[in-house]
């Protein structure tokens, strides 16, 4: 059973650009909903949160946008910069226990 | 800084010989996890520790053990490694006890099999 669905996989985005990426989720038990970025060769690092009583966070360039009732949630990358090419990843979480269950990533490529 | 450490970064073993990898974190966290992930695919969760109380993930094979000999360090130990347990291994930490959610990763340990 996939419980956490990313989209795209793959992302292709001229520097200035917005990217999107967009996951989907089944278990209504989830309360908190992470972002994490992940370079080559490194492990994944958390790049922002939102919690369910929140429809919007904006840090930086970065802003998520969280739908309750459709069961999604979404990673914003506004003005997109080489250096944001890396790997996405969804991976919400339940209150208990803390842990994370991934989507399946979005490999994302910013163009100079 | 703060940080959780993965070691050796890279290593290599034969086909059948254990293996060990090691975790230390100086972030103080109670709970640590030890993932799998293999090339373009997310992290897999083998098993987490709860202070000392052990919890493994259903599917996690049998020949993944692990140790936890103090709230600092954690072991992953690969009894009998196979072909498919060649991946990069994640360490991560978390502080449950202080009501924080994150988890920190370490940059993993790529491990090859010949």
């Known amino acids: 059973q996939q419980q956490v669905k990313q989209s795209p996989q793959s992302l292709i985005v001229q520097k200035g650009g917005i990217s999107i990426i967009n996951c989907a989720y089944e278990?209504?038990?989830?309360?908190?909903f992470p972002w994490y970025q992940q370079f080559p060769g490194k492990g994944p690092a958390l790049l922002i949160a939102?919690?369910?009583?929140?429809s919007e966070k904006k840090e930086g360039r970065f802003t998520i946008s969280f739908n309750k009732s459709a069961k999604q949630f979404s990673l914003h990358i506004m003005d997109s910069q080489p250096g944001d090419s890396a790997t996405y990843f969804c991976?919400?979480?339940?209150?208990?226990?803390?842990?994370?269950?991934f989507g399946g990533g979005t490999r994302v490529l910013v163009k100079p | 800084d703060a940080m959780v450490i993965q070691n050796p970064r890279y290593q290599v073993t034969q086909f059948g010989k254990p293996v060990t990898l090691s975790c230390s974190q100086t972030?103080?966290?109670?709970?640590m996890y030890w993932y799998q992930q293999k090339s373009s695919q997310a992290p897999k969760l083998l098993f987490h520790?709860?202070?000392?109380?052990?919890?493994n993930e259903a599917d996690t094979p049998d020949n993944f053990q692990s140790r936890r000999p103090n709230t600092s360090f954690c072991f992953l130990d690969i009894r009998s490694p196979g072909l498919g347990d060649a991946a990069m291994y994640l360490c991560?930490?978390?502080?449950?006890?202080?009501?924080?959610?994150?988890?920190?990763f370490g940059d993993g340990t790529r491990l090859s099999i010949l």
């Open positions: 991560a930490t978390s502080g449950w006890d202080r009501g924080e959610q994150p988890q920190h």
């Open positions: 278990n209504t038990a989830f309360d908190y």
């Open positions: 939102i919690r369910p009583d929140v």
């Open positions: 991976a919400p979480s339940e209150a208990a226990g803390n842990k994370l269950t």
């Open positions: 972030l103080n966290h109670n709970v």
């Open positions: 520790y709860y202070d000392k109380d052990f919890n």
